[in-house]
């Protein structure tokens, strides 16, 4: 073996071998490795089903996430439909519903007074 | 490196080539192809496991675990790359997870036997108690240090790969090497002067 108070970056090959030995030699024994493949093998096509996701289900979970947005679009819809058919449409013009009718058609100026008591009657 | 099977796979190039095309065949759904997988690396997967776990048992069913994951994960491994130390870290990381599962002390991993040190009255060869006193000796050592040195000094994986396989510096797994091969060492010295 090797000097321990070196480190070699080689493999040691006596006590790589010995270590070998130690592992393999387990109690009891341990030296059916034809036995081990095969029981590997056997669970081969489960760990392959296992690890697969039908694409129906792909799918399907595509499908409920997609009848979730679409119902929560159609409720926001709605609501802003609903809106805009309460809204009151708007006054033409501020001017048209703040000026009386007969001050537009006198031909005079107005009196100030007149005015000012057309406006407080709007208000 | 290449991995201990009856029949030994071609090396360097030729190796990487060879297991490209089997992970290429397992791929399209040959399933014969991964059966020489597990059949070329199933002693030293099971090594590894039994490194990290000690239990045989345990490390036989990390081992089928890490054959498993491997197989799921299939599509992920670069085929330009050494198939054993991509699979050996999927093997590590399964037993290193059901270590941490168990959530138990170190020592009760061990057939009690073991752990006392002292050959059991029905050890008749020599071999088999030197590697009584192996095992005994690997499990004293901490989980990722065992680990390493069966890595390095029974599977010959260079330092860079065990890096990337535990996840660690490369530094730390010359250290962890370098520590685990002074316990051993002196282990099988005080054995063979005993």
């Keep these: ?123 | 490196m290449p991995p201990d099977s009856p029949a030994q796979p071609p090396q360097g190039a030729a190796r990487i080539a060879g297991e490209a095309e089997l992970v290429a065949q397992t791929l399209a759904g040959e399933r014969a192809a991964f059966g020489v997988l597990v059949e070329r690396y199933a002693p030293q997967a099971r090594r590894v496991a039994r490194a990290v776990l000690g239990d045989p048992d345990e490390a036989d069913d990390a081992a089928q675990d890490g054959f498993l994951s491997a197989l799921v994960k299939l599509g992920q491994f670069d085929a330009r790359r050494p198939f054993g130390p991509w699979l050996m870290r999927i093997v590590a990381n399964a037993a290193t997870d059901r270590r941490r599962r168990r959530q138990v002390r170190r020592v009760e991993l061990l057939d009690p036997g073991l752990v006392g040190g002292g050959p059991r009255p029905d050890t008749e060869a020599v071999r088999s108690e030197l590697g009584e006193h192996l095992r005994a000796a690997l499990a004293e050592l901490p989980p990722r240090r065992r680990t390493a040195v069966v890595l390095f000094d029974v599977e010959g994986y260079s330092h860079a790969e065990i890096a990337e396989m535990l996840g660690i510096p490369e530094g730390t797994v010359r250290s962890e090497v370098f520590h685990a091969r002074r316990r051993l060492r002196a282990l099988l010295a005080d054995w063979k002067g005993a």
């Design chain 1, 1 to 123: 073996m090797n000097d321990e108070r070196t480190f070699d970056h080689r493999p040691d090959p006596e006590l790589g071998a010995a270590l070998r030995r130690a592992l393999d030699s387990v109690d009891p024994p341990r030296d059916d490795q034809a036995a081990f493949v095969a029981r590997v093998m056997a669970r081969y096509d489960g760990a392959l089903a296992d690890a697969t996701v039908p694409t129906w289900e792909v799918l399907a979970a595509w499908s409920r996430r997609g009848i979730v947005l679409a119902a929560a679009a159609a409720v926001i819809g709605g609501v802003l439909l609903g809106r805009a058919l309460q809204t009151p449409e708007p006054q033409a013009t501020l001017d048209a519903a703040l000026t009386p009718i007969a001050l537009i058609n006198a031909t005079d100026p107005p009196d100030a007074s007149v005015v000012f008591a057309s406006l407080v009657e709007q208000r």
